[in-house]
């Protein structure tokens, strides 16, 4: 799946002044990701706020983003929730004309090797046409778990890895082995901020909220990790860098936020935010726009 070796933008969902989605906004952000030239996207994802939209608005977001992208980019639908729910929108997103599915790391407090690869597994066998990703969030799932879902499972494509542990990152890829990361691509999953650190362990890609607003920024960062300059990757890390700690911040509270300000600020769509999220404070609001004044983007 060679599309996952890039920059995989997470969409961003827009609302409009009532709450509902807001198709327009969603295409207009969307197109311009894409004819920046982002090639791979994931709609219903974390900075989607997956979590806080209803099934039709998934199912939504998943046809406008079909409908925008046209060809240009591949896009690969966030699944999750209970299994059977899971599976149905895996099934949905294929008729759709979704290039794959993301596995949300599964809500449970309760998680092992087994059941893990049991639910990823059903979601797998029920659409074989999609390449399926993973995105493995908990540090407790072993490498010999994702080895044998790739084994068993030959659709399973990708890991988007969001454990912020870059050691136990390229412990991971060692310990898969056949079947598992010679196959499988690598994605970092925390996006530009670790990007670097774990394309040295072994990632081929990274996710990004922030492709969004500055997609040939973020482009850039990956052009030089893939062309080999560390030196020259390392320069565009701290430019971005401002933007993504203030994601960051609060663990993570303006991680949408702060892309959706930015948007604002850009005049791509509005700032709104559903709950458990919140609009960025008013400090936060003008930090927003001295990091797009000083990436040459904002007024």
């Not at 994605?187 to 969004?212: D, I, K, R």
């Amino acid at each position: 799946m060679d599309a996952l070796r890039s920059v995989v933008l997470i969409t961003a969902t827009p609302f409009d002044a009532r709450g509902a989605l807001a198709e327009e906004d969603y295409a207009r952000v969307l197109d311009h990701a894409v004819t920046a030239g982002i090639g791979c996207v994931t709609p219903n994802g974390n900075t989607s706020e997956f979590y806080s939209l209803t099934p039709d608005e998934l199912d939504r977001a998943l046809a406008v983003t079909v409908a925008t992208v046209k060809g240009r980019a591949t896009v690969i639908s966030g699944v999750g929730h209970e299994v059977s729910r899971a599976v149905e929108m895996a099934r949905a997103a294929a008729d759709a004309g979704a290039d794959g599915v993301m596995v949300h790391q599964p809500v449970h407090p309760y998680l092992s090797d087994e059941g893990w690869i049991a639910y990823h597994k059903a979601i797998a066998d029920a659409v074989p046409s999609l390449k399926v990703v993973c995105y493995l969030r908990s540090p407790h799932i072993t490498g010999a778990a994702v080895r044998k879902l790739a084994i068993t499972c030959p659709n399973v494509a990708g890991v988007k890895y969001a454990v912020p542990d870059v050691m136990a990152f390229a412990d991971m890829l060692a310990e898969t082995g056949f079947g598992g990361a010679e196959r499988l691509v690598w994605v970092c999953g925390l996006a530009e901020s670790w990007a670097p650190f774990f394309w040295v362990a072994g990632a081929e890609g990274f996710t990004s909220g922030l492709a969004s607003v500055a997609p040939e920024l973020s482009m850039r960062l990956f052009d030089e990790l893939d062309a080999g300059n560390p030196g020259s990757a390392m320069r565009v890390w701290r430019r971005l860098k401002p933007f993504e700690d203030l994601r960051a911040r609060h663990g993570n509270a303006y991680n949408v936020s702060a892309v959706k300000e930015a948007l604002a600020q850009l005049e791509l769509c509005r700032r709104d935010v559903r709950p458990p999220i919140s609009e960025l404070p008013p400090a936060e609001r003008d930090e927003v726009g001295k990091i797009l004044r000083d990436w040459g983007i904002g007024s």
